[in-house]
């Protein structure tokens, strides 16, 4: 894990999809301009959804803790 | 109906890794091993095989990119895949990770045919996740699982009942499921070596030789297979529950050795009681550094346990009696002669608080994650994890769904 806590905006749509759009990271918004790959893995009882995003320069492993209900940066790839 | 995702790990750490995509990849179990799990079409025509060591991968293809596994990523995929298929049939038999069988025979009015079918799996699957899969149509499971390795990657050959005898006719005998390279051989000796030749080989020549799987053996070399699709929650009842681990590194050090035994103990003995079953007989098997020596043993005990401090008992005594000859690459225990079971409180007191505190640990493990309790000689920094392999068993539901990190 990178950072454990973060700022991500996202957009909840229809048939409960959620789609990140930009995150904040090291003092700088990222625009996501692609998901590549989602999955979901549980801890214990919490389901926790992973996005591999990319950005201009970067792949990035964003984690949504749904009891926590936190964002985290979980992975970072190139730049 | 046989589907096989193409080179499954290297197809979705392509699909998740845009940079990745087009190049030659091969991921690996670990950052502490050496062993290609899977490797990428690109990488195959470059001479990349699976259970090479990274250094021949690198030697054989060196622009070859080396990606660590994230089991994760493929066993939510695989359960997903496995989801696709139930909206077609209720009978889909997972064989592996990344194969499944599914009949459809009774799914046909509704969908027209078993092409139109697989048409519309590999449709959603290369929609949903990017990745391909080979898909065999045929009359039953070994028909169907030939067809799906006969195109690849990205296939669709249908076999029909009419078309068996002039497929099987050249096919050489390793294309067919269950015969390995020592049947193989024996077959060989025999002057079989097309699945033609076995289905015509007198039947008695082949039962003296193999006893009862003789009359196996013709059927298959004929095309003929009456082994059901059995769907999930219809299986046989488990006959073992057992984890394995390659170390990290190859360790000789007995108190390490022994906290690896407790791990595995532990791991087993949690499964065991989530699923409400309890064994007699512990298997503990070694294997070594040089990788080829290796030694399985195993004890039955009195009662039946599945209390992890139990099977680590049993399985320490195992190892007691033996001298190791080099140190060791890989550890597994297997708790087998297994009783499903009604929970039974024990009469002692001491035997009841150490059950009411497992109780405790694992209700606190399943809420808030594995080993979020575990024996104080577990704790993060003395746990050398090893490598983490999805083993054969894994399926995407019951006892067998194995946690895999």
Known sequence: ?79 | MHVDMNAFFASVEQAANPELRGKPIAVVGGHGRTVITTSSYEARAKGVKTGMAIWEGKRTCPELIIVVGDNKKYTHTSTRINEIFRDYTPEVEAFSIDESWLDVTHSLSIFGTAENIAYQIKARIKHLFGITCSIGVAPNKLLAKLASDMQKPDGLTVITPENVPRTLEQMPIKELCGIGKKMQRHLNTMSIYTCGELGRCDENRLTRKFGIIGTRLKEMGQGIDNTPVVQFGKEDDVKSVGHSRTLERDIDDPAEIRRFLLQLSEMVGSRARRYNVSGKTIHLYVRYADFFSSWGKQTTLKSYINLSDEIYRAALGILNIVELGQPVRLLGITLSNLKHQAEQLPLFEDERKKLFATQAMDSINDRFGRMSVTFGSLLPGKEKAGSHVIPPSWRPDGVKNIDVQ
Not at chain 1, 38 to 49: E, F, P, V, Y
Request: glycine letters at 8%; a negative charge.
């Open chain 1, 1 to 79: 894990m990178i950072i454990n806590s973060m700022r991500v905006a996202v957009i909840f749509g229809p048939g409960r999809t959620i789609k990140p759009v930009w995150f904040d990271w090291h003092n700088r918004k990222h625009t996501i301009l692609e998901t590549t790959y989602t999955w979901i893995d549980m801890k214990g009882n919490a389901k926790r959804l992973h996005f591999a995003v990319r950005d201009e320069g970067c792949l990035y492993e964003l984690t949504y803790d749904s009891a926590e209900q936190t964002w985290e940066l979980s992975g970072l790839e190139g730049g």
